[in-house]
């Protein structure tokens, strides 16, 4: 079988399942993959050596200005004449599958030639009723619209009674809570400068990862280089976690057992979306700003992490597309749900209720 995979790079989320995927595709060789990337310059992507000779196609993305979606810098970059070209001359019928991890010109191009294709990503779990703000039905047309499949596999940190999968998420090296002293800080779309002066103001040690290495810092904060090794690294050492509410990095702090402090994108719908999920799951503190007041407040409360164990996702998926889908997508979330193994946090607490509970079939 010949794959066309398609993912949408604007953020590392995407990548990272995708690296997932790869190695899990890899072990059936009968599956021949040809990988495809959009929505960031090719000079802005790094570690892709498990994608051997990828493709890369402009595609679409939004623009962020100091933690919110600028809609007028994000229409005036769009070259449109571009993406239609990009669209029309993508060669779709010499694969016999087309998968979309939320990359348009793919699932645009197998749309338009009537090419089998699968959805698989976080974002094709909005296709059913799960936590989400009320009356967007822009931004719900948006992410329909955005890269359309015949099928599709969505995840989430839960099912919520419908057929989408668990996260892709392993996690990295020792993922004891508490091991190491510093907070790792992931906001690479916030005005940096003014984040770096309020972590200057709280008494802990940060490990920032998303801001230029040339700016000034306080002695507690330690800017860090894009590196795969060495995030997951600091990852698994951190006591803590604050980052924006995308949907990867916090699946992988679950499996961790972390404390997350969280901030939505302001005007970025599936963040926004995922942030209320956190907050019924109570999986996280969500905030409306990430400044000391509201790091202080979090810290003082002494925050429990949450850790639950995925199943090997990625694998089971891959076997499901060698062995022909021949599983419903319900099946396939079953499986997966009954290999969920919730756990404790690093006091010892249990952790969310909804993650605990005896979980119901996916239908």
Request: charged letters at 20%; one cysteine or more; aromatic letters at 8%.
């Amino acid at each position: 079988m010949k794959i066309l995979y398609g993912v949408q790079g604007t953020g590392n989320g995407h990548i990272s399942r995708a690296r997932a995927m790869a190695r899990a595709l890899q072990q059936h060789p009968e599956l021949k993959v040809q990988w495809l990337f959009s929505g960031r310059s090719p000079d802005k992507l790094f570690s892709m050596e498990p994608f051997g000779d990828y493709w890369w196609r402009e595609g679409l993305t939004f623009v962020h200005r100091n933690g919110k979606i600028d809609a007028g810098a994000t229409t005036r970059q769009l070259n449109l004449s571009r993406l239609l070209r990009d669209i029309r001359e993508l060669p779709v019928g010499d694969f016999d599958l087309v998968i979309s991890d939320f990359e348009p010109v793919t699932a645009w191009a197998a749309k338009r030639r009537g090419k089998q294709s699968l959805g698989l990503g976080h974002q094709y779990a909005f296709n059913f009723r799960i936590p989400a703000p009320r009356f967007n039905w822009m931004a719900r047309g948006i992410m329909r619209a955005f890269a359309p499949v015949h099928s599709s596999l969505g995840m989430h940190w839960y099912h919520f009674g419908h057929p989408i999968l668990p996260p892709i998420a392993q996690p990295h090296g020792q993922a004891d809570a508490g091991s190491g002293d510093h907070i790792l800080v992931y906001l690479p779309f916030e005005h940096h400068q003014p984040l770096l002066q309020e972590l200057a103001k709280v008494p802990q040690k940060f490990m920032l990862y998303g801001a230029p290495l040339d700016l000034p810092t306080a002695e507690n904060i330690q800017l860090k280089a894009p590196s795969i090794d060495g995030f997951q690294q600091d990852l698994a050492s951190a006591k803590a976690v604050i980052c924006n509410s995308g949907f990867e990095l916090i699946a992988e702090t679950l499996t961790m057992g972390k404390p997350i402090l969280t901030r939505p994108l302001s005007g970025q719908f599936e963040q926004e979306a995922n942030a209320q999920a956190l907050r019924e799951l109570q999986l996280a503190r969500v905030v409306e700003r990430v400044d000391a007041n509201s790091i202080n407040a979090w810290l003082q409360e002494q925050p429990a992490g949450v850790r639950i164990q995925w199943p090997d996702v990625a694998g089971q998926i891959a076997r499901w597309i060698a062995g022909g889908r021949s599983q419903t997508p319900s099946e396939l979330a079953d499986s997966l749900w009954d290999q969920v193994v919730p756990g404790r946090g690093a006091s010892g607490t249990r952790v969310a209720q909804a993650a605990t509970d005896q979980l119901p079939p996916c239908r």
